[in-house]
């Protein structure tokens, strides 16, 4: 059982006890960055003579040859060590003998898995990020397509106002652009090294931490070894941020789930994102969307359990913090996996527009607009919402809509309603008069476009 630690015991540990301890079965994911840290620290402490030249460049060439190995297959990471970290370190021992233990000098384990995890997770922002990016571009691409492809808005699920397709994705635009944000906020705010930090208070060695920070493309060294060592804001942030990722997306697939059903039919998934029944020859399964709106929950739990484990623990390390990494890592992969599946199902999805267009009519979205009509007319609006509430009221018992029925037919509910009624109510005037920023009118819609592709133009994650 190799262990960084041991002069202390006299007797064995239990091999439950000791399994249950080890973490290597699932941090052995940060050896990428185990080697990143341990070749900064190594370089910091030769430039701080702590290691002589030899020694470094003898570590140095070892580290290299350790990850070469384990990527090219030539070496396996050894699951009987405790954690990533004793692993290379034993490995590196193996290989260059004494000089290898000269690699821990000034730093413990506490500061070292707090800069492995930190170093992980800032990669994970920045994918995350450029999955976001990716989907945006596809809604992007929908909007350009769709200014004035008309479809019913939805308050309660009821049909409420005509819209377009190019603004209901806009919706979802902002929402995943907010997440970009996120990204970004979180990525400013943990981009700063532990290492250094010892187990709690420091070291006695005179280490460069400015020089080990900036070797990682850090803004800085953290400013408290304290709170360096026990600090996973930055993780719950990210998984707050990974939720509200979720969120979103479960959002979106519910309704390209029920668009998908046979009672709307406003959309048609591909068949590389879609299953059959066993039993049914003539489904087609939404089953894509579904598993992503059903794992949001999992990623909520992730964050959860993270908020759980640190509600609780006192200044500074306590060992409940190897808890941070296993959901995480799970929570990660299912964004990950969530935002690549969604984006191709969106990218590759068709829609029916006729149908869209004819549903708007038929669920009396433009009732607003006839009502306005007669604001127009010199009717008070509060008349007009009755008039209009009466009318709908006999439209729904003839089993038809506004727009069809007859001048005489509209002027026994009010002597108001003139020919021009019936440009009124239609669809592409309902849309093209909603002018305010922010609305579905095809002239805003177009410029509020143009700002998405500048902003995907120029947003550069840094």
């Known amino acids: 059982m190799a262990q960084l630690w041991g ?3 006299t007797g064995e540990t239990d091999r439950m006890a000791y399994e249950f301890n080890a973490s290597i079965g699932f941090d052995k994911r940060l050896f990428h960055q185990d080697i990143q840290g341990s070749i900064a620290h190594v370089t910091m402490l030769a430039r701080q003579g702590i290691l002589t030249e030899e020694e470094k460049d003898s570590i140095l060439r070892g580290l290299a040859d350790i990850r070469e190995a384990v990527d090219n297959g030539g070496m396996e990471i050894d699951e009987s060590c405790e954690d990533i970290h004793s692993f290379v370190e034993a490995a590196l021992i193996q290989r260059i003998g004494e000089a290898g233990k000269k690699m821990h000098t000034g730093r413990s384990r506490n500061d070292q898995v707090a800069l492995d995890m930190r170093l992980y997770t800032r990669e994970q922002v920045k994918e995350t990020d450029a999955l976001l990016k990716e989907l945006l571009q596809v809604i992007l691409t929908v909007m350009e397509e769709n200014v004035e492809t008309y479809m019913p808005g939805f308050t309660h699920l009821q049909k409420a106002q005509p819209t377009t397709l190019a603004h209901h994705y806009g919706a979802y635009f902002e929402m995943f652009k907010r997440d970009r944000q996120r990204m970004e906020d979180i990525y400013r ?59 979103h ?31 049914m020859p003539q489904k087609k399964n939404p089953d894509i969307a579904e598993l992503v709106r059903g794992k949001t929950g999992r990623v909520y739990g992730a964050l959860t359990a993270l908020l759980t484990t640190m509600k609780g623990i006192p200044l500074a390390y306590n060992k409940d913090m190897q808890e941070d990494k296993e959901l995480s890592f799970d929570a990660m992969d299912t964004v990950r996996d969530c935002l690549t599946l969604f984006t191709g199902m969106l990218g590759t999805m068709k829609f029916r527009k006729e149908r869209m267009a004819a549903s708007a009519m038929n669920g009396f979205t433009n009732a607003t607009d006839a009502a306005d009509y007669l604001v127009g007319k010199g009717v008070p609006f509060r008349d007009a919402h009755g008039i209009i509430g009466r009318l709908v009221l006999y439209c729904v018992e003839k089993g038809t809509s506004i727009d069809r029925l007859s ?29 305010t920023l922010g609305a579905p009118g095809p002239e805003v819609m177009r410029k509020v476009i143009a700002e998405h592709k500048k902003y995907l133009m120029d947003a550069e994650f840094k």
């Open 7 to 9: 002069g202390r015991f």
């Open 189 to 247: 705010r943990m981009n700063y090294c532990p290492l250094g930090a010892g187990a709690l208070a420091g070291t006695t060695y005179p280490l460069d931490r400015e020089y080990t920070a900036s070797l990682m493309e850090f803004a800085g060294p953290t400013l408290n070894s304290m709170d360096s060592v026990s600090d996973r804001d930055y993780l719950i942030e990210y998984l707050a941020a990974l939720s509200t990722i979720m969120m």
């Open 407 to 435: 001048l005489e037919e509209l002027q026994t509910i009010s002597d108001k309603f003139e020919e021009d009624i019936y440009d009124a109510v239609s669809l592409k005037t309902c849309v093209e008069k909603r002018l």
């Open 249 to 279: 997306l479960s959002r979106f697939c519910e309704e390209i789930i029920i668009w998908n059903s046979n009672e709307y039919q406003f959309v048609e998934i591909d068949d590389a994102y879609s299953t059959g029944s066993s039993i």
